[in-house]
């Protein structure tokens, strides 16, 4: 039987919240004292709760007042307290049934809100622990010698791309991959990728696709080795560590191949692209689930400019909603490819919060729908940025709507099916169509090309260091030499970017979206283990 005494306290705090009347402060200490009876006392709570907290979610009185974001999250959170409290799984699907309306007809504080609640949702996630490995000596060794220790013959010396030396190899279609230090890594920091490829090889992991985990070299038994020489020149753009500290390892021939490079995987209908694309997805919630976090499936950064002294260090924090910096550059050389998820120096052990793990997923689906976008605008890369009237580039026509849609849900049915070994079932709560046509209207046209070098950052800066920074932006010296570091803002077409310089984001729909695929996720775990 119910207390009568909780029967009218709840009452009197469902009747405050439906009462206009009611000022801002009345309404949050009534939301304040539904969420404790329904921790404290979670048979109290019943369907006309829910539904009390939904309509106030949606209610858009609060949405532009200052304080409703925290009015909405404590509402959301609510509602998240009678999902984890309640012993009746009718009552859970009734508050999740609430918040996944709101996530499907509001957008702004009550969306994210909604959305970071169902992304805190408990469930056991428990990466897993790397053994640790000393690199006390190291040996210096020949490129020859490599060679000789490993019984490696070789096609051809080899090729840089980026750090890593390539050259493939006589036999059975492969590469041999050395990947070198940068100057201020540490042998310590370069060992982190092979543990993780011995890790994934020897730990009885089971993949259903295909996902090629490359083989780690030990050289004199050591995984990080020093080089002596170089089979070929070194680019003059590349800056190494100066001991050429590096390990290697032997990479099936695609390694290199990436999901979009439209030459290489572009039509009929985009089949090669989804097919990769769908499965580096599949791939990266099935590690993610198993508590292997992969940091960077591509480089998003909210400005690089400030990366030195900002608190985020220009990282893109994609939750926060703000500008996404050169979003088409970040896509060029992404960690997935035709052989799965590469660059092994980028999983962590997850062993924490699930919101953290909520923003985890979230930089995946976002850095996979951008890849989306990337592989239509690889159709004709010399398409960007302003054309000879000065008038943003327009390359929308590059664009298939319907092949983008389907993209789009296939990332997400993938994900979830790696992330909840089950397929996804009912509806999306956002609109695919709407989606698409946003993405294609902000990433086909280049509205967004400036970057600011701030006097405060110039100032940080050596000359070295400031010539530098504008080489890398495409400023010649001799228009170096007409600047003065430290003087004014510099004004850098480095884009497109999406957004202005310190702005929002210009297209919050993906971030939205982004929030609630992550979500989902979340929820589907979270179901499967409790019910």
């Keep these: 039987m119910k207390d009568p005494f909780l029967e009218r306290q709840k009452a009197h705090s469902e009747d405050k919240l439906k009462n206009k009347a009611c000022d801002f402060t009345s309404r949050y200490f009534a939301v304040y004292d539904l969420q404790c009876l329904a921790e404290s006392n979670p048979e109290i709570i019943g369907p006309e709760t829910t539904l009390i907290l939904e309509e106030l979610l949606k209610d858009p009185e609060f949405s532009l007042q200052r304080g409703g974001f925290f009015l909405f999250r404590l509402a959301a959170d609510t509602l998240a307290c009678i999902i984890t409290n309640s012993q009746e799984k009718t009552m859970a699907d009734q508050a999740y049934c609430a918040l996944k309306n709101v996530l499907a007809t509001t ?175 599949r791939l990266l919630g099935r590690l993610t689930s198993l508590g292997i976090v992969h940091s960077a499936p591509i480089p998003l950064f909210h400005n690089r400019v400030q990366r030195g002294r900002r608190r985020d260090h220009g990282l893109y924090e994609w939750f926060r909603a703000g500008r996404l910096d050169r979003w088409l550059d970040s896509c060029s050389y992404p960690n997935l490819g035709l052989t799965g998820i590469r660059d092994f120096e980028h999983f962590i052990t997850f062993k924490g919060p699930n919101r953290h793990l909520y923003r985890h997923i979230g ?44 993209i789009i849900q296939g990332i997400f049915f993938n994900y979830y099916h790696g992330f909840v070994e089950t397929e996804f079932s009912g509806d999306l709560p956002f609109n695919l169509d709407e989606l698409a046509c946003r993405m294609i209207d902000e990433m086909g046209v280049d509205r967004h090309m400036e970057e600011m070098l701030r006097v405060a950052d110039q100032k940080e800066m050596t000359k070295e260091d400031f010539r530098f920074c504008l080489r890398e932006r495409g400023y010649c010296d001799d228009e170096i030499d007409k600047l003065q570091k430290g003087i004014k803002d510099i004004v850098l077409h480095t884009g497109p970017h999406l957004g202005g310089f310190n702005e929002s984001i210009s297209l919050p729909e993906l971030i939205e979206s982004v929030g609630t695929m992550s979500a989902l996720c979340i929820v589907g775990r979270y179901w499967k283990e409790r019910f």
């Excluded at 989306?372 to 929308?396: C, T």
């Design 363 to 406: 930089s995946h689906i976002l850095s996979l729908l951008l890849l989306a976008s990337s592989y239509f605008r690889n159709k004709n890369r010399a398409r960007v940025g302003f054309d000879k009237h000065g008038k943003p580039v327009d390359a929308r026509d590059l664009f298939d709507k319907p092949i983008l849609k389907e």
């Design 107 to 281: 957008t702004g504080h009550a969306h994210r809100v909604s959305a970071e609640a169902l992304g805190s949702l408990p469930f056991s996630v428990h990466g897993p622990g790397l053994k640790d490995v000393t690199t006390n000596n190291v040996p210096r060794v020949s490129w020859q010698q490599i060679l000789d220790e490993k019984g490696l013959r070789i096609s051809y010396p080899g090729a840089f791309f980026g750090r890593s030396l390539v050259a493939p190899l006589d036999q059975a279609d492969k590469l041999l991959v050395l990947k070198l230090a940068r100057p201020n890594d540490s042998p310590h920091s370069l060992i982190t990728e092979t543990l993780w490829m011995e890790h994934l090889r020897q730990g009885g992991y089971s993949f259903p696709l295909r996902f090629n985990i490359p083989l780690p070299m030990k050289i004199e038994n050591s995984y990080v080795f020093s080089l002596k020489d170089m089979p070929v020149e070194l680019p003059g753009t590349l800056d190494l560590h100066p001991k050429r500290y590096a390990i290697g390892f032997i990479a099936d021939r695609d390694y290199f191949t990436y999901a979009n490079d439209y030459m290489k995987n572009g039509p009929p209908a985009g089949e090669g692209f989804k097919d990769i694309i769908f499965r580096n997805a």
